[in-house]
């Protein structure tokens, strides 16, 4: 399927709608965090997937956008994390409510999904605990060693209760001598279950893959679309 590229307005920083050449009725959404990493990847991996549309989205400041508060580095000699993510959240439900107004789209949160890598892997998982704006929500390496973050979400209700959540990880990203990076296989399980009651087991996914906190970024990203898609759309994709 071809997809068609057009500019957005966002005060957040810069977002990209990708949308199928033909469109015959609304379409879910898929936000996209980073996505100009992921770029280069998304014409072959949203062109097995049943229709919809996807918004690529890259913030201004990084380090502010998708830190929830702010905290010291993982490492010496970097800058602190900035936490702006709860502005930046509002910004992009602002982005949403604008495309909304605008294009084909199905605005309820169960036909809008919120995908996430590393650091702004961490915002779907925000999302469920602040703006009921996004219902099929994944992190891709999310950076759940965040100090304090697993914590938050889980002291939080689910908006919506309806949603789905799914984590993807390298298998090999807590073998690492940073004590804090140590701590991401055990977080990930810890929200996993959180969300398998929160949300019920056919609700909440997590899946193991080969490699480190880098690997297979393409095989990854098809992995997190497909699976949105799947719960956007009822399909099997």
Known sequence: MKYLKYPLPFAGGNATLW???EITAPL???YLQDGSFFESFLPGALAPLPPLLLVQVQPKNRSAAYTPWPAPPVFKGEAPFEGGMPAFLHALEGLKTYIDSKYPTMPAAQS???IGVSLSGLLPFFALAQSGSFGVCC???ASLWYPGFVEYVMAHKVVPQTANAMFLLGDTEGKTKNPTLQKVNACH??????YKTALGEENAAFTLTPGGHAADSAGRLNMALTWAAQKLTGSGC
């Open 19 to 21: 949308q199928p050449e």
């Open 28 to 30: 879910p959404t898929i």
């Open 112 to 114: 809008t999904g919120l």
């Open 139 to 141: 992190g891709i390496s």
């Open 189 to 194: 399980e810890a929200l996993f279950e959180y």
